[in-house]
Structures are given as structure tokens and as C-alpha cells.
């Protein structure tokens, strides 16, 4: 299992490597915060994991629906962007219960903004750069 661990990359096609891997080894019900910066990779990452789900549709950024579902994979996947909500109880509106008490795989960037809804086994990864190790460098910490 990718379970705590910190994984360094050095390209784009690397992050989405580890994404592959974690899309690949999901069960049914876990629920993921991806937590880094603008421009840190977590839409690569999530390319990677939708692709290591089986899922063959593009993946877009949530951002104007919240959250974005895919059903075409091995599991539903449901990819979620709440950067934008402006309270938890916008959660409540689009059944935010039902998506991560049920049977898919859910990916929440920016979750840190709703963490008091989160289900108490939400597992975290987070990506950051470190400039010193170079422009491409990146560290995934999965816990
Ligand atoms: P975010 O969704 O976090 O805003 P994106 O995935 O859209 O970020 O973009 C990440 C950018 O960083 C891309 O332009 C990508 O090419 C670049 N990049 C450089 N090195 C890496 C790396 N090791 N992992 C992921 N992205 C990287
Ligand atoms: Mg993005």
C-alpha cells in the first residue's frame, strides 16, 4: 500500500506515477485530502489517479461544480474542489455524506477548509516544492 511515506519526484510524469499507484491500490470508501499550493501538481496527480482507477474521460477541475464525478473506472471517483465554498454547510447542499460514507474513491483538494466534516479516516497528502532542490522537485507526503 502507498500509506505514510514520503515519495520525491523531479517531473510531472513522476507525481503522476504516484498518483497511478494510489488510484490503482484504492478501496471502496476511502476518502483522500491533497493538500499543496497553486501549482504545486495536484491536478497531475489527480490525472494519475483517475488513470490508475481505469478512468478514461478527461479530467477537469471541479472548480464551478465542487465536485466532479467519474463512474466509468474500476470505482466511482469523486473528485472534489472546495477552494471556492465560503462555508462547510455548502458541503451539506450537494450530499458531501453520501459521496464520502459511500462506495467510491473521493479526492478533496484543499480539503483543509471543510476539516471539521472530514470522516475521521480521511487520509492526507500533501505535495510541496522545495526551490533549493530544484524547480521540478517536489516531496509527496501520503499519512
Ligand atoms: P495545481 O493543480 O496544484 O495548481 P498543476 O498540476 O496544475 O498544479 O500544475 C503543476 C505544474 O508544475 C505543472 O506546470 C507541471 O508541469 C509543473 N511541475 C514541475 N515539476 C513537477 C513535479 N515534480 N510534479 C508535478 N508537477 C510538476
Ligand atoms: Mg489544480
Excluded at 47 to 65: D, H, M, Y
Excluded at 106 to 114: F, G, Y
Aim: charged content about 30%; proline content about 4%.
Amino acid at each position: 500500500m502507498v500509506e505514510n511515506m514520503i515519495i520525491e519526484t523531479n517531473s510531472p510524469e513522476e507525481t503522476k506515477q504516484v498518483g497511478f499507484k494510489i488510484g490503482q491500490e484504492a478501496k471502496p470508501g476511502t476518502v483522500y485530502a491533497l493538500l499543496g499550493d497553486l501549482g504545486v501538481g495536484k491536478t497531475i496527480f489527480t490525472k494519475g489517479v483517475a488513470e490508475g482507477l481505469g478512468i478514461t474521460e478527461p479530467i477537469n477541475s471541479p472548480t464551478f461544480t465542487i465536485v466532479q464525478e467519474y463512474e466509468n473506472g474500476r470505482l466511482p471517483f469523486y473528485h472534489f474542489d472546495v477552494y471556492r465554498i465560503g462555508d462547510v454547510e455548502e458541503m451539506d447542499e450537494i450530499g458531501f455524506d453520501d459521496y464520502v460514507y459511500g462506495d467510491g474513491m473521493c479526492l478533496i483538494e484543499w480539503a483543509n477548509l471543510i476539516e471539521e466534516i472530514l470522516p475521521e479516516n480521511t487520509k492526507t497528502i500533501t505535495i510541496e516544492k522545495d526551490l533549493e532542490k530544484g524547480f521540478d522537485y517536489r516531496k509527496i507526503t501520503i499519512e
